[in-house]
C-alpha cells in the first residue's frame, strides 16, 4: 500500500484540498527548518493572513528537526523511531471542523486504511481536555485514554506562535518489548509507538509568552509517515523498513562490511543523514560555519564519522544517493533533478573532513586516555578550530562513555577567536582589501543562504 497516496487521497475525499510540501527553509527567521506539517499554515491559523475558500488542507511535509525547538539529531541512531528529515502526513481545518470531525476522520483512516487492530492503539489527552476525552470514548474503551499534562499534551511549533492542547494515538507494539518505566507513553522504549498528533489549535503564543484565543478554533495533525510503514511492513525499528533497508544494504556493499549488533548504529545513523544532508542540499542549502549551513555542515560530519567507525576513508555518501533516489525520488522531483549536484557536494564536503578527520582522531582518543570526569574544553576547541569536528560531533563522541566536554572553556576559547576574527577584520581597512577578505573567507566560510534558484519542488500525489 502507498500509505502517502492513501492518506492524501483519504482527506481528498473529505473535501481536503491537497497541498505540496513547502521548503524546508521557512520564510521565518525564528525557525530554522520546517520542522512540522503546520508551518506552511501558520499564519492561518493565527488570523494574520484569510483562511483559503476550502478551509481544508492535507499534505505531506518534509521536515527536518535538527535545530531549535523541535531537534532531534540527539536522537538518531539511538531511538527505533526518530530522523532528522521525516515525512509528516497532515490534515488541517482552518476554522471549519473541530474535535469532533478531527478524531472521526483518524480513527477511521488508522483502523479503515490502515487496519491497525484496535486492541493496539491507546490514546492520550490534555488532563483538562474532557471534551476529546468523551469524544475518544465513543470509539475506544476508558482505560485506553490517558491524560498527561503540557509536557506531553500541549503542542507549539515554536517559542510563539499557534499552539494548543493536543491528543495522540500510540500502537503498542506488544509486551515483550516493554523495556521497563521509560517505556511509558512520550518516553524513549519501544513498546508505545507515538504515530499521530492530532493539535487542536486554539491558541497564540506572543513574544511575552502570553496565551491568546486565536480567532477560530482550529486543527492541525501529524503523522510520522516512517512510523506508519514501519508498522505496516511488521518491523519494530524504522531503519529495518522500505525505506532504509535499501541504503543500509548499499552502504554495507560500499563498506564490504556487513551491519552488526555492534555496528549497526551507524549505518543507520549514515542512512538517516544521507536522506536530510541530501534533501537540503537539493533545496539550495549550502555548506557553511553558521546557521542552517551549519547544520547541514555537522550533520555531514556525523555521518562522515561514522564511516570512519565501519573502516571507510575516502568519501563515500555520493555512492548511495542513486539508491536514495530510488526510494523517493518518485514523489520528490528535487532529489532526483539534483541527484549529481548532490553527489558532487557531498563528495567535496566530505574530502574537506577527511584530510583532517585521522589526526582528529587520534588528538580524541589521546585526550580521552587522560580523561578523568570532563573532556578538555581546550582539546574540543582544538578539534573544532583546526580539524573541524563541530563541538556537537565531540560531545556526540563522548556520549556512549557518559563523559562531558568542558564548555566554559571550550566557550571561552570561542568568544577570544571571534573576538580576534573582528579585530582582524577592522584591522584590514576598506573591503576592497581583498587579502584580508579572503582568509577570512577560507577560515569562517561564507554562511549566505542562496536560495532557490531553478530548483523544482513540485511533488504529486
Ligand atoms: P516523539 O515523542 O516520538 O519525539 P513528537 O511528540 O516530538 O514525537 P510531534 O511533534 O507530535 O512528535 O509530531 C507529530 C508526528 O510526527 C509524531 O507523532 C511522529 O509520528 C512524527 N515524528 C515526530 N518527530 C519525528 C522524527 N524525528 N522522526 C520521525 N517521525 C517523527
Ligand atoms: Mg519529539
Ligand atoms: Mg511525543
Ligand atoms: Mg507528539
Redesign the pocket.
Known amino acids: 500500500m502507498d500509505i502517502r497516496k492513501e492518506y492524501l487521497e483519504f482527506f481528498k475525499n473529505k473535501g481536503h484540498e491537497v497541498i505540496s510540501s513547502m521548503p524546508l527553509v521557512p520564510d521565518d527567521p525564528t525557525l530554522m527548518f520546517t520542522n512540522a506539517g503546520m508551518v506552511q499554515f501558520k499564519d492561518i491559523f493565527t488570523g494574520n493572513i484569510p483562511a483559503p475558500k476550502n478551509k481544508r488542507a492535507t499534505s505531506c511535509q518534509l521536515c527536518i528537526?535538527a535545530g531549535g525547538k523541535?531537534n532531534?539529531l540527539e536522537n538518531v541512531g539511538y531511538t527505533a523511531r526518530?530522523h532528522t528529515l521525516f515525512e509528516m502526513l497532515g490534515n488541517f481545518s482552518f476554522g471549519d471542523y473541530f474535535k469532533e470531525d478531527a478524531i472521526a476522520y483518524a480513527w477511521e483512516f488508522v483502523t479503515v486504511n490502515l487496519s491497525l487492530p484496535i486492541e493496539k492503539l491507546w490514546v492520550t489527552v490534555h488532563n483538562s481536555d474532557d471534551e476529546a476525552f468523551n469524544i475518544w470514548s465513543k470509539y475506544i474503551s476508558k482505560d485506553r485514554i490517558l491524560k498527561f499534562g503540557d509536557k506531553d499534551n500541549f503542542w507549539s511549533m515554536g517559542d510563539t506562535g499557534a499552539c494548543g492542547p493536543c491528543s495522540e494515538i500510540f500502537y503498542d507494539q506488544g509486551e515483550e518489548h516493554f523495556n521497563g518505566p521509560e517505556d511509558k507513553m512520550g518516553g524513549d522504549g519501544d513498546r508505545f509507538l507515538e504515530i499521530w498528533n492530532l493539535v487542536f489549535m486554539q491558541y497564540e503564543r506572543t513574544k511575552s509568552g502570553e496565551l491568546l484565543a486565536l480567532p477560530k478554533p482550529s486543527i492541525d495533525t501529524g503523522m510520522g509517515l516512517e512510523r506508519v510503514i514501519a508498522i505496516k511492513e511488521g518491523v519494530l525499528n524504522n531503519f529495518d523498513s522500505s525505506n532504509f533497508k535499501p541504503i543500509i544494504e548499499t552502504l554495507e556493499e560500499v563498506a564490504n562490511k556487513k551491519a552488526t549488533k555492534e555496528n549497526i548504529g551507524s549505518y543507520r545513523v549514515i542512512a538517516d543523514h544521507l536522506r536530510a544532508t541530501s534533501f537540503m542540499l537539493s533545496q539550495g542549502i549550502l555548506f557553511g560555519n553558521e546557521g542552517r549551513p551549519y547544520v547541514l555542515r555537522r550533520i555531514l560530519r556525523r555521518a562522515i564519522r561514522h564511516g570512519y567507525l565501519i573502516g571507510l576513508r575516502k568519501p563515500f555518501m555520493a555512492k548511495l544517493v542513486d539508491t536514495l533516489v530510488n526510494i523517493m525520488g518518485g514523489h520528490y522531483v528535487e532529489l532526483k533533478e539534483n541527484s549529481n549536484y548532490i553527489k558532487e557536494q557531498l563528495t567535496l564536503e566530505e574530502e574537506r573532513f577527511f584530510k583532517t578527520i585521522d589526526l582528529g582522531m587520534s588528538l580524541f582518543s589521546e585526550e580521552l586516555s587522560n580523561t578523568k570526569d570532563i573532556f578538555s574544553g581546550s582539546v574540543a576547541f582544538k578539534l573544532y578550530d583546526t580539524y573541524g569536528f563541530p563541538l556537537d560531533l565531540t560531545q556526540d563522541m563522548l556520549k556512549d562513555r557518559g563523559l562531558e566536554v568542558d564548555l566554559v572553556k571550550f566557550e571561552e576559547l570561542m568568544k577570544n577567536q571571534k573576538a580576534m576574527a573582528k579585530a582582524a577584520w577592522k584591522g584590514s581597512g576598506d573591503s576592497a582589501n581583498g587579502g584580508d577578505f579572503k582568509t577570512l573567507i577560507e577560515k569562517y566560510g561564507l554562511n549566505e543562504f542562496v536560495g532557490y534558484t531553478n530548483i523544482s519542488y513540485s511533488s504529486k500525489i
Open positions: 528537526r523541535h532531534d526518530h
